[in-house]
């Protein structure tokens, strides 16, 4: 069951935050209490895994579709060309909606911890620590463990830039 929108109580002008009750929301980063309302990060590792999935089959995809159009070219440098279509893919669909397509498929968005979408700046910030983490397994290990192991579910991109993978909530 998804998350509701908040109810009448819910401050005008701050329409990104979750929760209605101060008590419910974490009072230093304004995102929902995994405490008080764990609903929003139920599932979310996997959900985060299954989204990646996602992704990097729609990247491969596009790269296909692309190849043709280099002279067939584009298959000696595949893996370059798959960085890039994938820098960019991601950058773009976090920057327009917080959230990759399979993101938004596995029904999750980022938020900031002052429980704001992304925008182009952190949208780019949250891609490039993601790309470097992911040509370091040490480093891509270390933010699986700490997705498992965060009470918020937050990977290391996330403890560096302050963000957070929530479920989405119910449109009304």
Same mark, same amino acid.
């Given at each position: 069951?998804?998350?509701?929108?908040?109810?009448?109580?819910?401050?005008?002008?701050?329409?990104?935050?979750?929760?209605?009750?101060?008590?419910?929301?974490?009072?230093?980063?304004?995102?929902?209490?995994?405490?008080?309302?764990?609903?929003?990060?139920?599932?979310?590792?996997?959900?985060?895994?299954?989204?990646?999935?996602?992704?990097?089959?729609?990247?491969?995809?596009?790269?296909?579709?692309?190849?043709?159009?280099?002279?067939?070219? +584009?298959?000696? #440098?595949? /893996? *370059?060309?798959? @960085?890039? =279509?994938?820098?960019?893919?991601?950058? &773009?669909?976090?920057?327009?909606?917080?959230?990759?397509?399979?993101?938004?498929?596995?029904?999750?968005?980022?938020?900031?911890?002052?429980?704001?979408?992304?925008?182009?700046?952190?949208?780019?910030?949250?891609?490039?620590?993601?790309?470097? +983490?992911?040509? #370091?397994? /040490? *480093?891509?290990? @270390?933010? =699986?463990?700490?997705?498992?192991?965060? &009470?918020?579910?937050?990977?290391?991109?996330?403890?560096?830039?302050?963000?957070?993978?929530?479920?989405?909530?119910?449109?009304?």
């Amino acid at each position: 069951m998804r998350p509701s929108l908040p109810g009448p109580g819910f401050p005008p002008g701050r329409h990104s935050l979750y929760a209605t009750d101060k008590h419910m929301t974490d009072t230093t980063w304004h995102i929902p209490d995994p405490q008080a309302q764990p609903e929003f990060y139920a599932d979310v590792p996997l959900k985060r895994l299954l989204a990646w999935l996602i992704d990097t089959v729609l990247v491969i995809v596009i790269c296909l579709l692309i190849v043709p159009f280099t002279a067939f070219t +584009g298959l000696l #440098f595949f /893996p *370059v060309l798959m @960085l890039m =279509v994938g820098f960019a893919y991601r950058v &773009v669909t976090l920057a327009n909606g917080s959230a990759t397509w399979g993101m938004r498929l596995m029904a999750i968005e980022f938020r900031t911890l002052s429980g704001e979408k992304f925008d182009l700046s952190m949208a780019f910030a949250h891609t490039m620590i993601f790309s470097i +983490g992911c040509a #370091f397994l /040490p *480093v891509q290990l @270390l933010s =699986v463990i700490l997705i498992l192991t965060s &009470v918020r579910a937050q990977g290391l991109s996330d403890h560096i830039l302050g963000t957070v993978a929530l479920n989405r909530r119910a449109r009304a």
